[in-house]
Each structure stands twice: as C-alpha cells, then as structure tokens.
C-alpha cells in the first residue's frame, strides 16, 4: 500500500478505496534507446550497417537502434568526411530527436569507426546523459598513423570496444595502453582475425575452424552483458 507522501503518479484508485503503487511513466525504461553512427566510407543503408543493427536490437532488446545519415553522406553523395568534430552538432540533434521521441529510456552511443569516435565526443557533452557507447572499430591511429587517445581519456561514460585483432588502425597492444590511462569503466571483445568491419579471412577461418557469424554472434553477445551492466547503474 502506498504511503499518502507518495506522488500522485505512483498511486492508483482501487474501488474499494485502497491505493496500490503505480510505475511512473517517467521512470527510466531497462529497454535502451540506441543511436547508432555508420563509418567514414557508408551510410547507415549499407549491408554492414544494417546486419548490426538488427543484431544489436535483438540482443539489447532495444526500443529502438537509429540509424542515420551524416549531412556530407547523405542523398547518396560520396563526399570525403569532414573532421569528425564538424559533424557533433548533427549527431547532436539526431540524439536529442530520439530522446524526445523515447523518454525515460537508458541511452547508448554506439558507432562503426568514425562514427564511434564522433560518439565518444557527444558522449563528453554534458548536455545528455549517456549510459554506454559502443565502439565497433575504433579507428585509435590517425591517418598520420599518430595514436588518437585524447578523446578516449577524457570520457566518463561506460565504454566498450569491439575491435577485430587484424584492424590496422587500432593494433590492439596500442589500444591496451590507451584503455589503462582512461578513467571510466571499459571493456574490450577481440574478434579473432577480424579486420577493421570484422571480416575474417577464409584461410584464418579454416586453420581454426571458427565461422564468422558466430565470432559476430559473440562479440553481440558481450556487447548486451556490457549494457545490462550499465544501465542498471
């Protein structure tokens, strides 16, 4: 029974005259919001992007994965990508469009490449409120070949990565440095011969008789324990 301190959103009338808690449509919803960011090279409708979005959809049991287009990619141009700090304020407004559309749901960043790092930079705003990104080959070397970990270590956000162990743009010994000088919690899942989208090679596949949908299937699956863990915080 409900105490007569507690807010009227939380009470409902019995007809016998007794009240019995009620879930506030305000509280937060365990089904995350995902905003999910395409690479340099591919807008959102590409293979790519599409298979992992309906995977991580089924397994975060997602309200919603929304997918999108960066203004110098979309209408099918093929412009080259501008630095990805010019593209914050789109991701930006596309986070605040989502939010408005599913309240009280945990959000997550998540991001293949670029669009993972343009994630971790909304994610240091401090206008929204992230409770995980997701980093789906993060591209750690610029094309200078300079390690880029600036913007990892100032994050605060819950941060996961998924890098496959053949990316020539973030060698995993480099990121490993890089994950012991960040301050919030992270966590990584290899793919095991995967390039930097994760494709493993024929050959690589036979000699250790994995199968590339289940290495993606696992690296899916951790990605889902990860958010569980937190969104409950």
């Known amino acids: ?8 959103s939380k009470r409902r009338k019995k007809s016998d005259g007794d009240e019995v808690s009620q879930k506030n449509d305000n509280e937060p919803s365990a089904a995350p919001l995902v905003v999910f960011a395409h690479g340099a090279g591919a807008p959102s409708t590409s293979e790519w992007m599409i298979r992992w979005k309906e995977m991580l959809k089924e397994a975060l049991g997602a309200v919603e994965v929304n997918t999108f287009d960066y203004p110098y990619i979309s209408g099918g141009k093929r412009k080259a990508p501008p630095k990805a700090e010019k593209l914050v304020d789109h991701h930006l407004d596309v986070v605040r469009n989502a939010i408005a559309k599913h309240p009280g749901h945990p959000l997550v960043l998540a991001g293949k490449s670029m669009g993972s790092r343009v994630s971790c930079m909304v994610a240091n705003t401090e206008e929204i409120h992230v409770s ?3 980093c789906l080959g993060y591209p750690l070397k610029g094309t200078n070949g300079a390690v880029r970990d600036e913007l990892l270590v100032q994050l605060k956000v819950p941060t996961m990565f998924v890098q ?3 990316d020539s743009l973030c060698p995993l010994e480099k990121l490993e440095t890089t994950r012991k000088k960040m301050k919030c919690i992270n966590e990584l899942h290899v793919i095991d011969g995967g390039d930097h989208s994760f494709k493993i090679g024929k050959k690589f596949l036979e ?3 994995s199968n590339q949908d289940e290495a993606e299937r696992k690296a899916v699956e951790a990605i889902s324990e990860f958010v569980s863990r937190s969104t409950m915080t």
């Open 1 to 8: 029974m409900a105490s007569d301190s507690d807010p009227p």
């Open 132 to 134: 995980a990104v997701i």
């Open 164 to 166: 496959g162990s053949k």
């Open 207 to 209: 000699s250790t008789g």
